[in-house]
């Protein structure tokens, strides 16, 4: 299967690029929304790369890139009584959240905020663009490379 591109937003305050850099690695938990579970769960694969995207921050801004180093699992804070992420539903059996291991990869010298991307010839149908609330979300290739001259400046 080819590789395949994504967005994943984090807001700076819970979980930022430095904090990747300073990791190395990390799970990407937490994720509560079906249709982004889903691409955790299905469509994720060891090699795919992603933007790693600044949400609720001033501006918001895609600040960097990580990989996908381990394909989608059950997400434990799911049945963790103590997470703020648990879901009384979630069990072994039907664990119903997902979640993926991801690597830095690098950090931008500069920010691409969000208006940068929304002036961008060539983003205009990336989802990010739209008002699309997903924190998980595919981009193309074209998108990520676009993206990826825009942060290297």
């Known amino acids: 299967m080819a590789k395949r591109y994504w967005l994943m937003k984090s807001e700076p305050n819970t979980y930022s690029i430095d904090d990747l850099a300073r990791d190395g690695r990390t799970c990407w938990d937490g994720v509560r929304n079906y249709q982004a579970r889903n691409f955790m769960r299905d469509d994720m694969r060891i090699g795919d790369e992603v933007l790693f995207y600044h949400s609720n921050a001033n501006p918001p801004a895609v600040v960097g890139i990580a990989r996908v180093v381990r394909e989608g699992y059950p997400d434990h804070t799911a049945r963790d009584p103590e997470s703020r992420y648990f879901d009384p539903k979630a069990s072994d059996e039907d ?22 991307l929304r002036e961008t010839p060539g ?6 663009t739209t008002k699309s609330r997903l924190s998980v979300q595919p981009v193309t290739k074209d998108e990520f490379e676009i993206v990826r001259r825009l942060g290297r400046g």
């Open 123 to 128: 983003l205009e149908k990336m989802l990010v």
């Open 95 to 116: 664990p119903r959240w997902y979640m993926v291991d991801i690597e830095f990869v690098e950090a931008f010298p500069e920010p691409v905020p969000l208006a940068t």
